[in-house]
C-alpha cells in the first residue's frame, strides 16, 4: 500500500484575535467612560439644584432682611413730608392765653344777660319805661360785641404742633434734637402728644425719626451708622437728655 502524502496549511488567526479582542476593549472603555461622564454631569446637576434649593429656602425664611433702597428712601421722603406738613404754629404766649381769654369772655356774656334777664322783669312791671328799653338795648349790643369775640376766638387753628428745639452733635455731625408738642386744641395747656426727632445740619443724611415717650424704637441703617461714625447707645443717650417727654 503506497503511503499518501497529506498536505494541510497552517493559519495564524492570533493577530486576527487580538485585534479583535483590542477593539472590543476600546468599545467597553469608551462605554464606561460615556457612563461615568453622564454621572458625574446628573451628580453636578443636583448639586447645583440643592443650592438653589437652599438660597431660595434662606430668602423664604429670612425675608426681614432684604430691605431695598427704594423703600428706605420712601420711608426717609414721608418723614420729611409729614414734617413739612407739621410745620404750623402759634406764638407760645397766645397758647397760653387763649385758653383764659376765652373764659374771660364766656364770663362777661353770662353776665350781660343777667343783667338783661333783670331789666326785662323790670320792663314787664313798667313797660313804658324808656330809660329801661334804652338800657336794655345797650346791654344787648354790648353782648354781641362779645359773642362775635367769643366766636373769632374759637375760630382759632386746631391741630397744631409747637416745636422746641436743642443743639448737640452726634457723632461727628451737628443736629437739632426737635420734640413736637401736638395740640389737638390749641385753648389746653397741655399737649395730647408728644414727639421727637433728629435733624442733621448735613441734609445728605436722613432725620431719625425718636417715636414717642413709650415708643423707644428708631431707625438709622447700619451703613449710615458706619460711615458717619454713629451707635444706638449715642442715640439712646440723646433722646433721654433732650426730648422732651
Known amino acids: 500500500m503506497v503511503d499518501e502524502n497529506i498536505q494541510y496549511d497552517v493559519h495564524n488567526y492570533e493577530p486576527v484575535n487580538k485585534y479583535i479582542e483590542d477593539q472590543a476593549r476600546l468599545k467597553r472603555s469608551a462605554s464606561t467612560w460615556r457612563y461615568a461622564k453622564a454621572i458625574t454631569l446628573i451628580m453636578a446637576g443636583l448639586g447645583i439644584l440643592a443650592v438653589l434649593l437652599a438660597w431660595a429656602y434662606y430668602l423664604y425664611k429670612k425675608p426681614h432682611r432684604l430691605v431695598s433702597l427704594s423703600e428706605i428712601e420712601k420711608k426717609v421722603l414721608q418723614n420729611e413730608e409729614r414734617l413739612i406738613d407739621n410745620e404750623r404754629r402759634l406764638p407760645s404766649e397766645k397758647e397760653v392765653q387763649t385758653n383764659t381769654l376765652s373764659n374771660q369772655i364766656q364770663s362777661n356774656i353770662n353776665k350781660k344777660d343777667q343783667e338783661i334777664l333783670n331789666l326785662k322783669e323790670q320792663l314787664k312791671n313798667n313797660p313804658a319805661n324808656q330809660a329801661l328799653k334804652e338800657e336794655t338795648q345797650k346791654l344787648e349790643e354790648e353782648k354781641k360785641v362779645l359773642q362775635d369775640k367769643l366766636n373769632a376766638q374759637n375760630k382759632i387753628q386746631t391741630n397744631v404742633i409747637h416745636f422746641k428745639t436743642s443743639k448737640s452733635k452726634l457723632g461727628n455731625q ?31 443724611i436722613p432725620t431719625i425719626e425718636l417715636g414717642r415717650e413709650n415708643d423707644t424704637s428708631f431707625y438709622f441703617s447700619n451703613n449710615n451708622k458706619k460711615t458717619y461714625s454713629i451707635n444706638d447707645q449715642q442715640i439712646i443717650n440723646l ?3 433732650y426730648c422732651l417727654f
Open 239 to 241: 433722646r433721654e437728655k
Open 174 to 204: 451737628n443736629i437739632s434734637i426737635v420734640t413736637r408738642l401736638h395740640y389737638d386744641d390749641p385753648r389746653n395747656l397741655t399737649p395730647n402728644k408728644i414727639t421727637c426727632y433728629i435733624q442733621f445740619d448735613n441734609k445728605d
